[in-house]
């Protein structure tokens, strides 16, 4: 079933255009991934897709309802979350109370102790900092906490914008563990990331962006293999 | 001449009211990024609702707290919604607007009392005004105790709505990091009225108990405005910590030169301006640095 159809995005800022005419599509289930290089516009369309931007023009269609334009806290209780790039923790309030926060949606309250738990289990550093302050964690705990956070909201659609970038190795395999289970729960996810050959190992679909327009689209496996993508992108790291 | 305990127990207790005010300012500054120039015009008027509570109704002055707080929320919330939220946003540091258009709220809630009030001073006279009782062998009036303990009721309340309860926690989140506040679902605009109503209860309930103390008349809470902005930049707002110390120091310099030295009472104001001046030009970020620590408020 088609959970989000975007149609034609364009966002500024001011006037500067920084997604020119964006469309992609995704299904409930389905983990997609927006790749492109420093600037391309991922994280304009993702913070346009969660509200904290307005965009000039488009369709954003979620689950049969034109959203486009409404402010982020709606669409956060309408079950689009976005996990920020950067981290964007509340530095002086502890783990717990940045994951509790999570579940400020009224329809999250009510399970939110159950979902507590599972992230615990996913991450169990967290549990052992629940009364750190979350400015002073870590960057890969800091990275948990804010995936945890996102979580926390049960979000019908997830995105994550480059939720590996600045960790150590070991930490971005972790990271992607966590993806993975994340995916297994049926949880559907636009994921944005610089690590396009993770990234691409954890899709079901990609779409190539490059200077605020889509220039390549495919299935995973398609574009593992695409010489654009290799010669452009998978020129690092490896699976 | 007092001695030193004296100083410290009248210091401890003025600190409290000064921690008082200042929060009032913190949490608007938190949420919106404005300096809420207004605090002491509200202040003036929360002296003048418990005056007429006190003299209509015969309320006592610390139990029409009961009233003055909840009703100044509610104003708090209706300024909130009719003026302030058509200001354009604020950025790092207040706008201009913001700084204007409070002041310009300032004088309206000044001729407003000139209006209602007349300017003759006032003052609410009980039965406990002239007394007093010994603390900790220190000779303490009456009303300044119940000052205390209003300000300590008051500044735990805060602490455990923000502590405790969603609504609190959204202030909180709002002031650390507004976008990842709306992301989580947070209506800024909501917890913007919250804010400015809670600030301005506080204004109102500080102003309220510092009619038992002084005279007034509608210029009155400039100089108390004044003491808050010390209390800021003096000690930050990180933290209850950092507020309680920022309003010891200064209730303490101003109680200790009063004792000490022949400095008259009326220059007592003269104390809080001085300390922020010479704090001032002692930071030398200057007022970045205190609207950087207004920023970090509630952390
Ligand atoms: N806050 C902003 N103000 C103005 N321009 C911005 C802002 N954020 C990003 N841009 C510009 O928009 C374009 C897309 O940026 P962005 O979406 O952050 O790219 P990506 O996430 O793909 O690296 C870039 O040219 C960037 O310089
Ligand atoms: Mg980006």
């Known amino acids: 079933m088609r959970l989000l159809t975007v149609e034609s995005l364009d966002v500024f800022y001011g006037d500067v255009q920084a997604v020119r005419n964006v469309s992609f599509t995704v299904d409930e289930g389905e983990v997609v991934t927006l790749i492109g290089a420093n600037g391309a516009g991922k994280s304009t369309t993702l913070r346009a897709l969660a509200g904290l931007l307005v965009p000039r023009a488009g369709r954003v269609v979620f689950d049969g309802q034109e959203l486009a334009g409404r402010p982020a806290n709606e669409l956060a209780s309408r079950g689009i979350v976005l996990v920020p790039e950067g981290r964007q923790l509340w530095p002086a309030m502890t783990v717990l109370e940045n994951l509790r926060m999570g579940a400020y949606p009224k329809h999250a309250r009510a399970r939110a102790d159950a979902i507590l738990g599972e992230i615990f289990a996913m991450f169990p550093i967290l549990e052992r900092r629940v009364s750190q302050k979350a400015g002073t964690l870590s960057g890969g705990e800091q990275q948990m906490c804010a995936i945890g956070r996102g979580l926390m909201a049960q979000p019908r659609l997830l995105l994550l914008d480059e939720p590996a970038l600045g960790l150590s190795p070991l930490l971005v395999r972790e990271v992607f563990a966590s993806l993975r289970a994340i995916r297994a729960r049926g949880v559907t996810i636009v994921l944005v990331e610089q690590n396009v050959p993770h990234a691409l190992a954890l899709a079901d679909r990609a779409y190539v962006l490059e200077t605020g327009r889509v220039t390549l689209t495919g299935t995973a496996s398609e574009l593992l293999v695409d010489s654009r993508v290799r010669d452009g992108y998978l020129g690092y790291g490896s699976v | ?299």
């Open chain 2, 1 to 299: 001449m007092q001695d030193i305990a004296g100083v410290l127990v009248n210091s401890v207790i003025s600190a409290a009211l000064y921690a008082t005010m200042a929060y009032g300012l913190a949490v608007i500054y938190g949420v919106m990024r404005i300096i809420n120039l207004a605090h002491a015009g509200l202040m003036m008027l929360g002296a003048y609702a418990t005056f007429s509570l006190f003299t209509r109704f015969g309320l006592d002055p610390f139990l029409s707290l009961l009233v003055v707080g909840p009703l100044f929320f509610l104003f708090g919330v209706v300024l909130y919604r009719l003026v302030v939220r058509r200001l354009p946003r604020s950025g790092a540091t207040p706008s201009m607007e913001s700084l204007l258009l409070l002041f310009g709220v300032w004088l309206v809630l000044q001729n407003f009392a000139y209006f209602i009030w007349t300017g003759d001073t006032q003052s609410i006279l009980t039965a406990y005004t002239m007394k007093s009782v010994a603390v900790l062998g220190v000779r303490v009036g009456v009303p300044s105790l119940f000052v205390f303990a209003g300000s300590v009721l008051s500044l735990v309340f805060l602490n455990v709505v923000l502590k405790t309860t969603y609504l609190g926690k959204a202030i909180r989140a709002v002031t650390q990091n507004r976008d990842a506040a709306l992301l989580a679902g947070v209506d800024a605009d909501s917890i913007s009225a919250v804010a400015f109503g809670l600030g301005t209860a506080f204004a109102g309930v500080a102003g309220g108990m510092l009619s038992t103390l002084y005279a007034f008349t509608p210029d009155f809470g400039r100089s108390f405005l004044l003491k808050a902005f010390c209390i800021i930049v003096l000690g930050g707002m990180e933290s209850v910590t950092g507020v309680a110390a920022g309003a010891l120091v200064l209730a303490f310099l101003e109680n200790g030169l009063s004792a000490w030295t022949t400095l008259p009472t009326s220059f007592q104001d003269a104390v809080s301006f001085t300390l922020l001046f010479v704090t001032l030009v002692a930071f030398p970020q200057g007022l970045p640095g205190l609207f950087a620590r207004l920023r970090t408020a509630f952390r």
